[in-house]
């Protein structure tokens, strides 16, 4: 319960000095179930933060830098690739780095659609590469 409590206050920390600009569902794998809150926080022209948290036998939360945002074209595709950590609060423990390549498209209307692959090692319970973690997210766009 220490565990939760503090990487919630983390969390509302990091909400608190960024804006929210993108807030939906993400569908596909994640850490911790198939259905996600999907966030992206602005943290610059072209780099942001793009968190997760799903809920399933335990809470799972990834936190991911995309140090990559691109246009492709025209202005409503872009291209992203990020990499940060991810943490599993379950039985058993998970803590790992994931990667994130994705592309997406921002309607003329506030809602954005995103395709991407996330690739992860997890370090802590157990050592291991998992190779899946493809995912549609469904946002709002502020």
């Known amino acids: 319960m220490k565990k939760i409590l503090i990487i919630g206050a983390t969390i509302f920390l ?3 000095t ?11 794998v994640a850490t911790g179930g198939n259905v996600a809150v999907d966030g992206v926080f602005g943290i610059g022209n072209w780099s942001r933060i793009h968190g997760d948290l799903s809920f399933g036998d335990g809470v799972g ?4 830098w995309d140090f990559v945002y691109k246009q492709l074209g025209e202005e409503a595709f872009n291209w992203y690739a990020g990499v940060g950590p991810f943490v599993w609060i379950g039985d058993p423990f998970g803590l790992g780095v994931a990667g994130e390549v994705g592309i997406e498209y921002h309607f003329k209307f ?4 995103s395709l991407d692959w996330r690739p992860s090692f997890r370090i802590i319970e157990n050592t291991d590469f ?9 946002r709002f766009v502020f």
Request: aromatic letters at 10%.
């Open 14 to 16: 990091i909400g608190s």
């Open 18 to 28: 960024v804006s929210a600009q993108e807030l939906g569902v993400r569908f596909g």
């Open 130 to 138: 998992d190779f899946g973690g493809f995912g549609l997210n469904i």
């Open 110 to 113: 506030p809602i954005s659609l």
């Open 61 to 64: 939360i990834d936190l991911l």
